[in-house]
């Protein structure tokens, strides 16, 4: 079972353990109490207005239809007018919130006006159905509508819609994203296939492919089946997309360079390792580097992952702290790479996390392995299931990823698993 899969059934069955008690509480300090679970989003740009939505959050001007290879229209200056419609007067606080966000980190500027305000181009923020915008600036002297609709007033939904309204398009409709994820078009609801095309007008400013950006699509966007409709092609990251918190290092990054927002300062710092220079002269470094210049690196842009994903040769895979008790709340992941033509055999010496519920379910700790080379989870295991296991893969990638329950007390005979690795 994929652990998208699992995340969705776990999802369906969250109420069925309504009191949860371990089968030998004698075992635990404390009883572990109902799972938390991650409700994602699963339709946040879905709408049904009358409007044709392109990618379902975005409207598309005529001439936008036309030819999808024009850049989309920037604001001249950076400078955006807006309304808020009565229709979002409720929701003032929210849209402000969101344009103080773009107003913090970029140097667009976002100046009121009344809902009676025409004559210039500008953004109407209205509540109608669904959260959507036009992407870029349409021109039109009497405004163009950004509809902040019912469930769509979180933080990083409205910077994303904002995020249309000033050029951006969907990350995952860049270019080069098949180098980054993997369209699962059998998973996608029927008429739907286009929310997942490429805007080959997309100029990228020289920033790279960002996972966490708020203009990312969540794995499950449109699924007809529950089944992912986007793998990320670097498993250890699966966990990123759909980022609906704010601005990414990297989505501030192109809004700067897009507005040009450096081009004030008399001598701009070069900025290295994917700083930028900011609206105030100096670089804002991205997550894992430091200094004045961003010139210290101290980790990858999407943070350390647990475990060992660049495992080359035959030897042992332990979890964190083996044989002592692993860490609550982890996602690890191990990658293991034969030489091209070999495949990758584990044999788990020791396997014990916590068990099995009785619904069937693996709640709390599980230990997934994918054996093929795809990025579906082939085996979803908990308890000590694995225990005296071995498992060939067909290609030659081996990844197994540990996920640990985030709260209770674990008793000591928890201590994960070790397991040999070698090539055949
Ligand atoms: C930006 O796009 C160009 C042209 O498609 C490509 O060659 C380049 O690698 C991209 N830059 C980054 C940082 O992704
Ligand atoms: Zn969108």
Partial sequence: ???????????????????????????????IPEPQYLFENHNPDV?????????????????????RKAAPNLWPGGQVKYAITSTSVPDRAAI??????????????????????????????????????????TGWTSGQDVSIGTGCTGLGTIAHEVGHALGFNHEQSRPDRNNYVTILTGNIQDGRSGNFAIASNANNYSVPY????????G???????????????????????????????????????????????????????????????????????????????????????CGNQAITSAGTVSSINW?????????????????????????????????????GNCYW????????????????ACGSELQGKTYTTTGNRLALEMHTYAGGSY???????TASVSFV
């Fill in 411 to 417: 008793p000591s005979l928890q201590t994960g698993f």
């Fill in 210 to 217: 960002d996972y966490t950006s708020v203009m990312h699509y």
């Fill in 96 to 137: 402000e919130a969101a344009l103080n966000h773009w107003r913090q980190h970029t140097c667009v500027t976002f100046t009121e006006v009344s809902a009676s305000f025409a004559g210039e181009p500008h953004l109407r923020f209205s509540k109608q159905s669904g959260c959507w915008s036009y992407v870029g600036r």
């Fill in 219 to 305: 794995s499950t966007y449109f699924t007809k089946n529950g089944q992912p409709t986007i793998q990320v092609n670097q498993l250890q990251y699966s966990g990123l997309i759909g980022s609906r918190t704010g601005l990414s290092h990297r989505d501030k990054q192109l809004a700067n360079a897009m507005y040009s927002c450096a081009a004030s300062c008399s001598s701009p710092p070069a900025c290295q390792n994917g700083g930028y220079v900011s609206k105030a002269c100096s670089c804002v470094c991205p997550p894992g580097t430091s200094g004045s210049r961003c010139q210290t690196v101290t980790a990858p842009y999407y943070g350390s992952i």
């Fill in 365 to 380: 700790d599980w230990i997934n392995l994918y054996t093929n080379s795809d990025n579906s989870a082939d085996v979803n």
């Fill in 47 to 67: 709408t049904d207005s009358g409007l044709e939505l392109f990618e379902s959050d975005m409207v598309l001007t005529e001439e936008q239809k036309l030819d």
């Fill in 1 to 31: 079972m994929s652990r998208l899969l699992l995340v969705s059934l776990l999802a369906v069955a969250a109420a069925a353990p309504s009191s949860v008690s371990p089968q030998n509480e004698a075992l635990f300090t404390e009883e």
């Fill in 323 to 359: 044989p002592s008790i692993y860490p609550r709340n982890q996602n690890c992941f191990w990658i293991v790479t034969a030489p091209a033509g070999r495949r990758v055999r584990i044999t788990f010496n020791t396997a014990k996390v916590l068990y099995r519920y009785s619904d």
